[in-house]
Nanobody, 119 residues
Framework: QVELVESGGGLVQTGGSLRLSCEVS????????IAWFRQAPGKEREFLAS????????DYAESVKGRFTISRDNAKHTAYLQMSGLYFDDTAVYYC????????????WGQGTRVTVSS
């Protein structure tokens, strides 16, 4: 069982930056890729970015390209989401999720970390 723990959320002013972390534990070999999602109040969950542990292949939602950067540190078993130019609509609970090699679905989720952007 892969376990994920997010951290790094908090309150930030408009235009500010935050770096979220997602630490992976448990059966780490079962994790092929990590993704970041978010869910704002009253809205559906939104995919933001993903990265594979091996080659570091990344994928981004158009809405965050140029502002958010996903990365990973294999030695620390941790993935990151660097967010810059934050504005009010980025306020949400941010989740990391893991998928195995043989599926495109992210099936293991962390508990989430809240990001609040003040205007």
């Amino acid at each position: 069982q892969v376990e994920l723990v997010e951290s790094g959320g908090g309150l930030v002013q408009t235009g500010g930056s935050l770096r979220l972390s997602c630490e992976v534990s448990g059966r780490r070999l079962g994790s092929y890729a990590i993704a970041w999602f978010r869910q704002a109040p009253g809205k559906e969950r939104e995919f933001l970015a993903s990265i594979t542990w091996g080659f570091g292949k990344t994928d981004y939602a158009e809405s965050v390209k140029g502002r958010f950067t996903i990365s990973r540190d294999n030695a620390k078993h941790t993935a990151y989401l660097q967010m810059s130019g934050l504005y009010f609509d980025d306020t949400a609970v941010y989740y990391c999720a893991s998928r195995t090699r043989d599926t495109s679905s992210f099936t293991t989720w962390g508990q989430g970390t809240r990001v609040t952007v003040s205007s």
